[in-house]
């Protein structure tokens, strides 16, 4: 059974670093063919993508994020870490990670997600 | 940048009656790349549909997908109470590499 749970701060400043962790089960990093998203949505808004890290260290990052965006992955742990920097209240959103399919088209598993707000 | 959009926004409409949700693409997308969605409030979107009209594991044969090309389609046979959700199309393309379309709201008339 493949499940994913994020976890991190509820609350941070502007100009911050955040940092979620994702620890997973069901599954694991080391395996050819595996990939982890994180994913986000801010309230009443679309799911927006932001980066994907991979069975064999790939990474890849929203074009439009990339310079604040890191991930990176734990496999003795089975979990994969965000940090986004410079957070801001545009920010403010519910953090998903998600499992991609194999064909690396559609997230099949997605984590209960986790609300982080941006406020001073 | 591939542009998704969904219509209507919201739709009402009564138990056992039938939904029919658009997704359109500003350009053409490969039918292999296009997925749909459903997130019921406070939950995290489940997976439906891959490759256009492939059904996800244990999701109930009264929901399918079809198109191709830049218009694509979710049709909910006959409605039961638990579908009254928000849908979203999310198609896979260069930058980004996965993006998702508004959302259609399916409600309860």
Redesign the interface.
């Known amino acids: 059974q493949v499940t994913l749970k994020e976890s991190g701060p509820a609350l941070v400043k502007p100009t911050q670093t955040l940092t979620l962790t994702c620890t997973f089960s069901g599954f694991s990093l080391t395996t050819s063919g595996m990939r982890v ?1 994180w994913i986000r949505q801010p309230p009443g ?5 932001l980066a ?1 890290i991979d069975w064999d260290g790939d990474r ?1 990052y ?3 994020l990339k310079t604040r965006l890191s991930i990176s992955k734990d496999t003795s742990k089975n979990q994969v870490v965000l940090t986004m920097t410079n957070m801001d209240p545009v920010d403010t959103a519910t953090y ?1 990670c ?1 499992r991609l ?1 194999i ?6 598993y ?4 986790t609300l982080v707000t941006v406020s001073s | 940048e591939i542009v998704l959009t969904q219509s209507p926004g919201t739709l009402s409409l009564s138990p056992g009656e039938r939904a029919t949700l658009s997704c359109r693409a500003s350009q053409s997308v490969s039918s292999s790349s296009l997925a749909w969605y459903q997130q019921k409030p406070g939950q995290a979107p489940r997976l439906l549909i891959h490759g256009a009209s492939y059904r996800a594991t244990g999701i109930p044969d009264r929901f399918s997908g079809s198109g191709s090309g830049t218009d694509f389609t979710l049709t909910i046979s006959r409605l039961e109470p638990e579908d009254f959700a928000v849908y979203y199309c999310q198609r896979y393309d260069s930058s980004p590499l996965w993006a998702f379309g508004p959302g259609t709201k399916v409600e309860i008339k």
């Open positions: 998203n808004k679309a799911p927006e993508w994907r890849f929203s074009t439009s998903y998600a399919g064909p690396g088209t559609y997230f099949d997605w984590g209960q997600g």
